[in-house]
């Protein structure tokens, strides 16, 4: 079988890698399809000069191919004896591979490419670069479908020069004319710096991996840390309140023992008197049926003898012992839990807002706080929609445009009560609560507004300055004019330098306690930044001075 191979190998094609059909032999002693060769050299017409695709011998002018007879005889014996000459080890080329470009009929998988033929070649068509002298000093790369974007649109050569000029490789024509007095190097040299600096580029990119893996690694420490501080403060917590719930389990037994020991007490104290109340009532019916009895006796003698003995009474029982509390035993004690019941109450509720607060202010971070954004795109990029809440509305504004815009109105507006509503101050808060970075902006139109953030548990009623933005220190607010800014915090005035402007933004960085005031117009410029620490999530607001 090994001898019918070599046999199959000698007598097959090297161009379409079958046996040879009308085969043809060149001076230089190859063989090939009739076909085969004649479709080789027609792709060299061009050029006028023709080589053969083995050895690369030239032939000028184009050579006269007759049919080898001996060859065509021996191929059909061949056939005869079913033998073909496809090796079942080729492999063909898919849609995805680069194809051999010498195979001309079913395309093999190329496995080089040559930069210098610019051409890709299966293994059997490579073979002439492995023994060929001249093919042997190509450059073969990896099979590549891009060879041709190799070629110099403009003059057809190979491009193995580099502008830098215009940035763009060229070939040893284009500094003739376009790309003249350019700074053009070989591309050889252009890669060598271009590889320095990727090599580069990739040490900073392993260097950041590194750092990345680094920071990885804290985060899950951190993730480990928080995990076990969140279990370690669920147990303890759990511990607690199972101990405050024992403790009112005791307290709870502890008033129910006294409550059933001062009943047993007091109900065997009434029935000692109630015992005694009816040895008292058998004895008066036993000397009532005796007087009964002698007041039917007709022998005066015998009557009057008796009557001493049977009249007299014992001592009646007091009366006044006897304490009678309709419906009023122990309401008092009902009374008194009820009202533990609501002190506690009272300090859960106030103390329990603490709580919340002190588990939503756990802070994670590895780095500094990011820095303020600089222009009016890096800002909008944590732009938040605003929309106020009716519930918060003073009557004298009227909300609009699906509540997104707020207007000053002389008469009140009919809206319903509502504990959220500010009742003398003209405010108004926005649904969303704000934390984390936001950014949002404030149109402004009258004599002057006042653009705020505030705390949701700022007081809703009464004139005083518990109310109002800026002074008290649940809110913070920039008081806005026609020709000036100010800026109110705890009823504390700072006066804020700026350009006029009728539109104001809003930066927050919640984590970080930062609340910045811009004007706003083709520049962004800070008028005032507050630093402090926020308790609670905001809410942005507005307060109207006068009518708009």
Not at 17 to 22: G, H, S
Not at 23 to 48: A, F, L, Q, R
Request: hydrophobic content about 30%.
């Amino acid at each position: 079988m090994e001898q019918k191979g070599v046999q199959l190998e000698t007598i097959s094609c090297t161009i379409c890698l079958d046996l040879l059909k009308d085969p043809v032999t060149t001076t230089c002693g190859h063989s090939y399809c009739m076909n085969c060769i004649k479709s080789h050299w027609d792709g060299e017409d061009e050029k006028k000069i023709y080589s053969c695709p083995q050895c690369r011998e030239a032939f000028i002018p184009r050579p006269v191919l007759m049919k080898n007879t001996m060859l065509a005889d021996l191929v059909e014996q061949l056939k005869k004896t079913g033998l073909q000459a496809a090796p079942a080890d080729h492999c063909y080329a898919g849609p995805e591979d680069v194809a051999c470009d010498f195979c001309t009929e079913r395309k093999l998988k190329a496995v080089k490419s040559c930069l210098v033929c610019l051409a890709s070649y299966c293994e059997k068509h490579l073979q002439p670069h492995y023994d060929v002298a001249p093919l042997k000093k190509h450059k073969l790369v990896e099979p590549s479908e891009k060879l041709q974007e190799n070629i110099c649109s403009r003059h057809g050569e190979v491009m193995k020069m580099f502008c830098r000029t215009d940035q763009q490789c060229i070939c040893y024509l284009c500094p003739v004319d376009e790309h003249k007095g350019h700074d053009t190097v070989s591309a050889a040299a252009e890669r060598t710096e271009r590889q320095r600096e990727l090599e580069l580029s990739r040490q900073q990119i392993q260097q950041r991996i590194q750092d990345r893996d680094k920071d990885v690694k804290l985060l899950q420490q951190e993730v480990e840390a928080i995990n076990g501080s969140a279990d370690k403060a669920v147990e303890d917590t759990e511990k607690i309140f199972t101990q405050l719930i024992r403790l009112m389990e005791r307290r709870r037994s502890d008033v129910k023992q006294q409550i059933r020991s001062q009943q047993e007490t007091e109900v065997s104290r009434v029935k000692e008197l109630q015992e005694k109340l009816e040895q008292e009532i058998t004895e008066l019916k036993r000397k009532d049926a005796e007087l009964k009895l002698l007041s039917h006796t007709e022998d005066h003698t015998q009557f009057l003898h008796n009557y001493p003995s049977v009249s007299a009474l014992s001592e009646a029982t007091d009366s006044s012992s006897i304490n009678i509390r309709p419906l009023r035993y122990f309401e008092d004690v009902t009374a008194a839990v009820s009202e533990l019941r609501d002190q506690l109450q009272d300090v859960l509720r106030q103390e329990w807002t603490n709580v919340s607060l002190t588990v939503t202010e756990v802070d994670v971070s590895l780095s500094q706080p990011e820095p303020e954004p600089k222009s009016r795109t890096e800002f909008l990029q944590y732009a938040c929609q605003i929309t106020l809440d009716p519930n918060t509305a003073n009557t004298h504004l009227l909300l609009l445009k699906e509540n997104r815009m707020v207007v000053y109105m002389g008469e009140e507006q009919k809206y319903s009560p509502h504990p959220d509503r500010f009742e003398f101050s003209w405010q108004v808060l926005s649904r969303e609560s704000l934390t984390g970075r936001c950014y949002w902006e404030v149109e402004w139109r009258g004599d002057r507004v006042s653009v705020a953030v505030a705390y949701k548990n700022i007081s809703r009623a009464g004139e005083s300055y518990e109310s109002a933005f800026g002074f008290n220190n649940k809110s913070w607010a920039l008081d806005c004019k026609q020709n000036s800014f100010t800026f109110w915090s705890n009823s504390i005035q700072t006066a804020v330098s700026g350009p006029p402007s009728s539109r104001v933004g809003v930066y927050l960085d919640h984590r970080a306690g930062i609340l910045s005031f811009y004007s706003v117009s083709e520049t962004m410029t800070l008028l005032h930044r507050v630093q402090t620490t926020f308790t609670q999530p905001l809410h942005a607001g507005g307060f109207f001075w006068s009518y708009s």
